[in-house]
């Protein structure tokens, strides 16, 4: 098997595109231009020492994987800084979809799990109230981003065909995961009506699936480069 | 992961700040930092991307350190990219004298100090 000795960077470039890539700027930039900086001049000074390729390589991916916490605890740490409320209403499916990613696996296994595991109910009493929590405040925020956006009080975010593919299948994710969450009530009036917005649910997911697929197809392209 | 108390400098940002204020005013950036950090150790034992830059950021905004970027022109005549050069602040100098912050660091109030 040939080795790719300058996977590890490239790698490392994708993972700091991707996590700097919503943060606010100019912190954002930053911070890709110094990690940028820093892969060039390890890369250098193991050549100048003559440290082999690979093993540099392994090296510097090792430095990334060991970062990855405290780079996470750092993307989440911005988005406590001012401006960042009317950034997400601007650009809402960032968000909501951060949201259900957290949101439809927990359910999922919630639902599944609540016919046979019955260790499981007592910390149902937590999660339930605590996912319709979150269910409730992505609902709302979503409703305040359409407002705002049906008010034109904030710019129209251009994106490409792939970007509102993505914003479509999250606005219509939304509702249809709360509608579906009215299954966990039995109210057979209802059931028709749950059963329905589940489907819905379950196609705009796999539309979102698609959408992020490409997203990362695309990426995988030009993961060679590494950031200007 | 370590839980910070307010106004105290951890270990790692004592360490930056000595190594900052060796290199006084020339200053220093992030990869050189490292390997001063490292003392000469192996490339593998460099401290992680994320541990060392969410540091350095975290203390900028503290004013312990003042960062500029390096001319575009110089980096590019050798070949490389800016790097980002960090320094030590008046501030940073009292912090390490003292043990700690005067005040506790005010984060995310403002825009970021240069």
Sequence with gaps: MTARPNRPPRLVAWWVERYTATAPEPDGADRRAEVHSDLHEQLAAAARSGVASRRAAMAIGGRTLRGVPADIAWRLGTEMRPGRLEWHLAHPSVLLGFL???????????????????????ASVVLVPLLSILGCCALGFAAVAAGRFLLRRSARPGARGRGWLRRAAVCWMSPSWAAAGLWRFDAEPLEAVAALAWAGFGVAFLVYA?????HLCARFLDLGKLPS | MVFRRQGILLPLERSILEV??????????????AQELAGGAKADRLIAHGTLYKALDRMRRAGLLAATWEDGDAAAAEGRPRRRTYRVTAQGVHALATGGLETPPRRHLGPAPA
């Design chain 1, 100 to 122: 259900l990613v957290l949101l439809v696996p927990t359910s999922t296994m919630l639902d599944a799990a609540q016919g046979s595991a019955t260790w499981l109910a007592p």
């Design chain 1, 210 to 214: 698609v959408a992020i697929v490409g």
């Design chain 2, 20 to 33: 900052a204020l060796a290199n006084d005013p020339v200053g220093v950036y992030g990869f050189a930092l």
